[in-house]
């Protein structure tokens, strides 16, 4: 394994965590999981006729789409676990945790607090007042704690207050704060730019584990499956959703 010379994570741990993210990402799709989430034949058809593809292309397209949501979804594993691993490049501890509830993060050490978010723009105001509120929250338990929204893509590079409006009025605390990733990095190991080191270094990171690693092949059985229903590939996303209606045992598409 070479060095990767950040001073602020171990090389194996960060080796090992990347190895772990990418042992997780999905290979395989199987009609059943296609149709999880039950497939809109419609929406479909609409989507092939105005962008001018087959209806395999546009299946394709759908199943690279939901291959990509759960690819995503072990990206935030990523980037929330990694925090267990990283220490302060000085002191070299570190009291991060990931705990099995609640906050995404905390140092109850420091008495920090953390919800984690990929992108600004993913939460609405709901879900906005109910994150800020279970901070309020925190903040009432022991007032000397501080809550942070990380935005892993904020708008801008930043740690301010976060304002919020709760029932028409303006909500702001300081020690309820808005932080992008790169501060809240610079918060827990103390390098200013270990944000943008991570980012350089993490592609030689993912070459050495796959190096290593047997690589997969995607596992596609749904075309498979839907001419098992009829070789027609239309017909046979119509028939998934509709089987049981009126005249669909004679559908002609």
């Given amino acids: 394994m070479q060095e990767y010379e950040l001073s602020f994570i171990d090389d194996i741990d960060l080796y090992n965590h990347v190895k772990e993210t990418i042992e997780q990402y999905r290979f395989s799709i199987d009609l059943k999981a296609f149709n999880k989430n039950l497939i809109d034949p419609i929406k479909l058809t609409f989507d092939a006729k105005i962008y001018g593809q087959s209806i395999e292309e546009i299946v394709e397209s759908e ?9 995503s979804n072990v990206i935030g594993y990523f980037q929330q676990n990694f925090f267990k691993y990283l220490y302060h490049k ?21 008495k920090i607090y953390v919800e984690m978010k990929n992108k600004h ?12 509120m279970r901070m309020q929250h925190q903040l009432l338990q022991d007032s000397q704690s501080q809550c942070y929204l ?15 409006s709760l029932d028409g009025e303006t ?17 827990v190991t103390g390098e200013k730019e270990a ?31 839907l001419r098992e229903i009829d070789n027609n590939i239309l017909k046979s996303l119509y028939l998934l959703s509709f089987s049981k209606y009126e005249g669909f045992n004679a559908l002609k598409i």
Avoid: C
């Fill in 63 to 71: 199943i690279i789409r939901q291959l990509d949501k759960s690819n």
């Fill in 90 to 110: 000085d002191t070299k501890q570190s009291n991060w945790s990931v705990p099995p509830k609640g906050f995404d993060i905390v140092n109850l050490a420091d």
């Fill in 121 to 132: 723009n993913t939460m609405n105001s709901s879900s906005s007042q109910k994150t800020y």
């Fill in 150 to 164: 990380v935005e892993v893509i904020a708008k801008n590079s930043q740690n301010i207050p976060w304002q919020v």
């Fill in 171 to 187: 909500a702001l605390h300081k020690n309820i704060r808005r932080v992008s990733i790169d501060k809240f990095y610079e918060i």
């Fill in 195 to 225: 944000f943008k080191q991570l980012v350089e270094v993490l592609p030689k990171v993912m070459d050495d584990v796959l190096n290593r690693m047997q690589r997969n092949s995607i596992n596609n059985s749904v075309f498979k499956e």
